[in-house]
């Protein structure tokens, strides 16, 4: 139900999937996919923030990332497999070792900021707009709190969070941030960075779901999928952004 759009970041062009809401729009949504890419389930999610009522962009970022973004939705197939995971896992970090340049890091911030001021900019977004991000997108979606104090609400799903208090102390929206019990390395990390939000005085609210673990929104993948966890989130998600973008 959604159309493709252009735009450009540090001089390099990029695509987004843009999902228009029927009827007065709710706000504007950046929705930040996987690692794994703009695939067939983070376009899927773009169109369910649409029936809901929101513009909703989920820009194309791994080529800004300098990833290979055929080779990396052809791994994400692969990791569904429990067989293949082996395999799979160092052809997977191979694959994404460019995140680790600061420079890299750099212009794909720079492309999520360029959708936010395109959605920013509509008077469907102007002053209510969101982000929603999954993992690799859950961590930009942390980064664009931290960089952008016009951002009315960030929803990160299991994102990586590095930052100390002084650097969230920029935070100036509500986040909402979700993680599965079994994602240890996030979960074990979550006490402080909960200090560290309470410090900087951000209003930071986390759910952590039993028996899910790292992506278990994503339908598309039935070894990390957890229905119940996954509803509950949608939901919280769906009152949070009616609470944040509501004209105040």
Not at 102 to 130: C, D, K, M, Q, W
Not at 169 to 197: N, Q, S
Not at 222 to 247: C, G, H, N, V
Request: one cysteine or more; charged letters at 20%; a negative charge.
């Amino acid at each position: 139900m959604g159309t493709m759009v252009d735009f450009a970041a540090a001089g390099q062009a990029f695509q987004g999937y843009r999902a228009e809401p029927v009827g007065a729009a709710r706000g504007a949504v950046i929705v930040i996919h996987e690692i794994w890419g703009l695939n067939a389930h983070t376009r899927d999610i773009a169109d369910r923030f649409a029936l809901e009522g929101y513009l909703a962009v989920a820009p194309d970022l791994l080529g800004l990332a300098g990833l290979d973004a055929v080779l990396l939705a052809e791994l994400g197939e692969r990791r569904a497999d429990p067989a293949a995971m082996a395999e799979v896992q160092p052809l997977i970090r191979a694959a994404t070792a460019p995140m680790n340049s600061p420079e890299i890091a750099a212009r794909t911030r720079a492309g999520v900021a360029e959708v936010f001021e395109h959605l920013n900019s509509t008077p469907e977004g102007a002053g209510r707009t969101a982000v929603v991000g999954f993992c690799f997108g859950g961590t930009y979606s942390f980064a664009l709190a931290v960089e952008e104090p016009r951002l009315a609400a960030a929803v990160p799903f299991y994102g990586h969070a590095a930052y100390s208090a002084a650097e969230l102390a920029a935070i100036a929206c509500p986040l909402l941030a979700f993680y599965g019990e079994d994602d240890a390395r996030l979960v074990d990390d979550l006490p402080d960075l909960t200090v560290r939000m309470q410090e900087a005085g951000v209003d930071f609210r986390s759910t952590v779901f039993p028996g899910a673990g790292h992506a278990f929104f994503n339908d598309s993948n039935p070894l990390m999928y957890r229905a119940e966890p996954s509803r509950i989130a949608w939901q919280k998600t769906l009152d949070f952004l009616a609470q944040e973008l509501s004209p105040k």
